[in-house]
């Protein structure tokens, strides 16, 4: 396992052909130069010390050192020990309602992203549990496969939105049904869903799909967010409001939460509701809820140590480096002897 600290400098590499073409284009200009004045055997005559070979051999030094530098720069990591971490958690999925209703501007700035900004903040405070994610409307679609990696979970989450389904509506069951899949393991003692809605089922299969759940192990959770005064959902375009969502009759509507069917949810799977309004107050509920409940353990190797490479590479950079400053295009009189060029 290795890494590249600052790959900014592999650009850097770019100027070798450069320097093999400019070395090509002076040592051209050289011979037409010399030509003009005399041919190859009185230039011989005239320069016997002069070699055919160092300059590009020089070269190819000039060329390795740059090479070793820019490697040095980039500073290779290796990963020189692996780890087997074990770790304790509870598998948690969290299943979010995307449908139309949640553009609802009753809790501030919408019913949607008070949802997405309550579900990072649960998972700021998580340590070793994994998560999954599930976006539902008149439809439910996984997003992220239960996992330790809550980057990965934050960024799916950012990417939650009321177009990515087409159909619309909320179906409370599908949400739940499909969140029985998720769950991969069967020694797993504790199986949580925390479902985030606000309680608009237009399946009405919402306590039926509880059960089915609760017979899988699962405790669902639920928080409602928006008010029971509700508010009508707004049409937007280019962040401005233009209209509002009107039923058949064109009269604007009110969404509502439906606080009830969340309770019902909840209970029936030996879970709790709670008002998603207050993020403070489900924070410290999940605390003290994924405390009182008995943890997995399960093993995730991963790279815990990583040793800069970077000493290497610099060193013999600088190395060729001097040796071709200091080697002379002229022949040197004991390697002539030795006849390493074939110039006798």
């Given at each position: ?42 230039m ?29 720069l980039?500073?290779p ?96 069951d ?13 020694d ?8 985030i ?143 390493l060029?074939?110039?006798?």
């Open positions: 396992m290795y890494q590249f600290d600052t790959p900014f400098y592999f650009y850097f590499f770019g100027v070798l052909p450069v320097l093999w073409l400019g070395f090509y284009l002076v040592m051209r200009w050289k011979r037409k130069a010399q030509l003009q004045f005399t041919d190859a055997n009185l011989k005559k005239l320069s016997p010390y002069r070699s055919r070979f160092k300059p590009g051999f020089k070269l190819i030094l000039l060329s390795l050192s740059i090479s070793f530098l820019v490697i040095g980039v500073n990591k290796i990963g020189t020990q692996l780890e087997t971490v074990k770790r304790e958690g509870v598998d948690i999925v969290f299943a979010i309602d995307v449908s139309k209703s949640m553009l609802a501007e009753d809790i501030a700035p919408n019913r949607l992203e008070k949802s997405k900004r309550l579900v990072s903040a649960i998972m700021n405070q998580l340590a070793s549990d994994r998560i999954g994610i599930i976006a539902y409307a008149a439809q439910a679609i996984p997003q992220l496969p239960i996992t330790t990696d809550y980057g990965a979970g934050r960024m799916f989450l950012q990417a939650l939105n009321t177009d990515m389904l087409s159909s619309q509506g909320t179906a409370l599908a949400a739940l049904d499909l969140s029985g899949t998720f769950f991969d393991d069967e797993q003692t504790n199986r949580v869903v925390f479902l809605s606000d309680g608009e089922d237009h399946s009405e299969e919402g306590e039926s799909a509880a059960k089915r759940a609760s017979a899988l192990g699962i405790r669902i959770f639920t928080f409602g967010v928006g008010t029971e005064q509700g508010a009508p959902i707004p049409i937007k375009k280019n962040g401005i409001i233009e209209s509002y969502k009107k039923n058949m009759e064109g009269e604007t509507v009110i969404t509502k939460r439906n606080a009830e069917i969340l309770k019902v949810i909840a209970e029936v799977s030996g879970g709790e509701y709670i008002d998603g309004n207050e993020t403070q107050e489900v924070l410290d509920f999940v605390s003290d809820k994924l405390k009182s409940m008995d943890k997995k353990e399960f093993e995730a190797k991963k790279f815990v140590s990583y040793k800069d490479q970077f000493q290497a590479f610099l060193l013999a950079g600088f190395l060729l480096l001097l040796i071709e400053i200091f080697l002379f295009e002229t022949k040197t009189k004991w390697v002539q002897n030795l006849n060029f074939n110039e006798k």
